[in-house]
């Protein structure tokens, strides 16, 4: 911990010099991107990241191996359209699904709440959008049975138009897994 204080402060330092020391913006000025950006769900922090990480490059539709085991599967990106009471939705965001499987081929239970997923389109990071009406509500948070399998809909809403880049990372213990592909 000491370690991820020591690299992240001076970091922190930088990006508040680079940035003008966090000058203040007319948050009616901001753009769609910005917005998304911006947003705390979708920023990790350093520890999620660092370089203890093994990097896995996955394609939508096919299943990638990840850590001891455990294999994940993220289906092709469709176009989608989110309810009215659908959270973190905006008119500006083209919204894709996606249904995402877990396999837990580990030689012990995979606690799900370990796993963060997230998405960009170039350097526009996406939001997940969470719409209960229509069966999105964010990965499940459950102790997986080894030998157990786990499927549910993921949909991200990005600033981009289809045929766009779309990354759907997947973060686990020690690994992350890049589906790449394009916006639907």
Do not use: H, R
Request: a negative charge; proline letters at 3%.
């Amino acid at each position: 911990m000491k370690k991820i204080a020591l690299v992240v402060a001076p970091l922190l330092a930088l990006s508040l010099v680079v940035t003008g020391c966090g000058a203040k913006k007319d948050a009616g000025s901001e753009s769609a991107s910005e917005q998304v950006n911006d947003t705390q769900a979708n920023k990790l922090t350093e520890d999620q990241t660092d370089g203890a990480l093994v990097s896995l490059k996955g394609v939508f539709g096919e299943t990638t191996a990840v850590e001891g085991g455990i294999e994940v599967t993220v289906s092709q990106p469709m176009n989608f359209m989110p309810s009215a009471d659908a959270q973190n939705y905006t008119e500006e965001l083209t919204v894709n699904t996606m249904e995402i499987t877990i396999k837990n081929g580990a030689s012990e239970d995979l606690d799900t709440s370990s796993i963060v997923f997230s998405a960009d389109s170039g350097v526009n990071t996406c939001l997940e959008i969470v719409d209960t009406a229509n069966g999105y509500e964010g990965v499940p948070v459950v102790i997986l049975p080894v030998g157990e399998t786990i499927s549910f809909k993921y949909a991200t809403g990005c600033v981009g138009k289809p045929g766009e880049n779309l990354v759907v990372k997947t973060w686990f213990s020690a690994a992350k897994v890049n589906f790449e592909g394009t916006i639907a």
